[in-house]
């Protein structure tokens, strides 16, 4: 039986908050549970936007991030992060990318103008799979025009303070700042070695100036030494 297409349904938000020249993010609720979730957007160098991750916005900030850009591109991170990804992009008339690796499982859930492999290329964004991961995940490399960079993440990393998720997230070790949380070691990672090796490659990347995880705070200072601490815990 085909799932049933989920609306666009405006769950409670934050406000904008505009981290670069080229990069904002809003965080908010994942309906249903209790568990946050953050949206980034970011301004290409033709004017329109790409959002990595998908939220809804109330009616003032939708405006105000048209008023920013043409809204282009939608990168889902992976198939278990789509549940707002058909209404959103239908809504904004958006092109939408997933991972070669959850390719079927996407297209089941939205209508895709491609795989990562397609993404239009733009020179303040680059794209990386995750190493060792199941499920093709990405992570965005976005520099800004003061030179700072930011690295966007979806699940691999997280930041999740014990205050902004449920008790069961909790028991589960979701919380407990940034990490890769354990559910995530066991159903998704399939190359330990890898993905270590990734992420201290990262912590060495120039310009890095903060981690954009899709759940929980932002590392806005900091982000090598908290991507070599991830990286020896994987």
Not at 67 to 83: C, F, R
Not at 192 to 204: D, H, M, N, S, T
Request: charged content about 25%.
């Amino acid at each position: 039986m085909a799932r049933p297409r989920r609306p666009w349904i405006v769950t409670e938000h934050d406000p904008i908050e505009k981290l670069e020249d080229n990069l904002w993010v809003v965080a908010g609720k994942v309906p249903g549970l209790p568990f946050r979730r953050r949206m980034s957007i970011v301004r290409r160098a033709d004017g329109t936007l790409l959002f990595f991750n998908a939220i809804p916005l109330e009616d003032a900030s939708l405006a105000e991030v048209q008023a920013w850009g043409k809204p282009a591109i939608l990168v889902v991170p992976h198939e278990q992060h789509m549940i707002d990804a058909r209404a959103f992009a239908e809504k904004l008339g958006l092109a939408v990318y997933a991972p070669k690796e959850c390719e079927a499982k996407a297209r089941e859930r939205a209508d895709l103008a491609g795989t990562l492999d397609g993404l239009p290329s733009d020179p303040a964004i680059r794209v990386e799979a995750v190493a060792g991961l199941k499920n093709g995940e990405p992570a965005l490399f976005i520099t800004s025009g003061n030179g700072h960079v930011s690295l966007l993440v979806s699940d691999v990393v997280m930041n999740n303070p014990k205050t902004s998720i449920g008790l069961l997230p909790r028991l589960m070790g979701f919380a407990g700042g940034v990490k890769v949380v354990p559910v995530f070691k066991m159903m998704f990672i399939k190359d330990k070695p890898a993905l270590r090796a990734q992420l201290e490659r990262w912590a060495g990347t120039s310009g890095l100036t903060r981690l954009v995880p899709c759940h929980g705070d932002l590392v806005p200072a900091g982000a090598p030494e908290a991507l070599r601490a991830v990286a020896a815990t994987v």
